[in-house]
């Protein structure tokens, strides 16, 4: 299995563009997580659904930030349009319930400048 | 309110010794504890884990304990390598049913050669 898979990697944006951030989930795996990781505030849970529907959308910050699960082995979180306090690293992850946790990718680096 | 604490940002260590990682939590509602470790540039991986009804878990070098009467739990490095340098989450899975585990902010481990 080739795990989450994110994209991109990197992506350096100006101020007021759009980001879409990409998500790839381990197939199987029916719930899917969005985090940001920043120095200050640590792994944020931004949003998660199972299977495909969004649950708890609690912790994205504003109306600028939104998620979608089209199916089962896609999701997007689109920022528009973006801001420089939005720079951190977005991180997805999956889970298939059990003891080991989630799963996550690699994380896209984002720089809004 | 943080469930789960790690009150030390950061740890240094001598190659060949143990490293002590350390993590509170506020409730007793918890069914799993974890340990994730995370490289810079990746995503966080499964280190360990250990049931809430158990008081020790050892994998290789790597042994969790869990005192519950203190709600404490501490993840042990023996000995430390410095392959070992990256940041530790702990984190907890929720008994119930809920699919949001919960993270502490992170420990930085630095194994000195």
């Known amino acids: 299995d080739a795990g989450v898979i994110q994209s991109p990697r990197h992506e350096v944006t100006e101020m007021g563009q759009e980001v879409t951030l990409r998500c790839k989930p381990i197939?199987?795996?029916?719930?899917l997580f969005w985090y940001r990781q920043t120095m200050m505030r640590g792994l944020e849970l931004l949003i998660y659904f199972n299977n495909n529907v969004p649950i708890d959308d609690s912790g994205m910050p504003e109306d600028r930030f939104s998620a979608k699960m089209p199916n089962a082995s896609f999701s997007t979180l689109k920022i528009q349009p973006s801001e420089p306090r939005d720079s951190a690293v977005y991180f997805c992850?999956?889970?298939?319930?059990?003891?080991?946790?989630?799963?996550f990718g690699s994380g896209t680096r984002l720089t809004v400048v | 309110d943080q469930q789960v604490k790690q009150n030390s940002p950061s740890l240094s260590v001598q190659e060949g010794r143990i490293s002590i990682l350390n993590c509170d939590y506020t409730n007793s509602m918890f069914d799993y504890f974890l340990w994730y470790k995370k490289y810079p540039a990746e995503g966080p991986t499964f280190l360990i884990s250990i049931s809430s009804i158990k008081d020790k878990n050892e994998d290789g070098r790597f042994t969790v304990f869990l005192n519950k009467s203190a709600k404490h739990l501490s993840l042990h490095i023996v000995p430390s390598q410095p392959g070992d340098s990256a940041v530790y989450f702990c984190a907890a899975i929720p008994q119930g049913g809920s699919e949001k585990l919960v993270f502490g902010k992170g420990t930085k481990l630095t194994v000195n050669p």
């Open positions: 197939s199987g795996h029916n719930s």
């Open positions: 992850a999956s889970w298939y319930r059990g003891k080991r946790g989630y799963t």
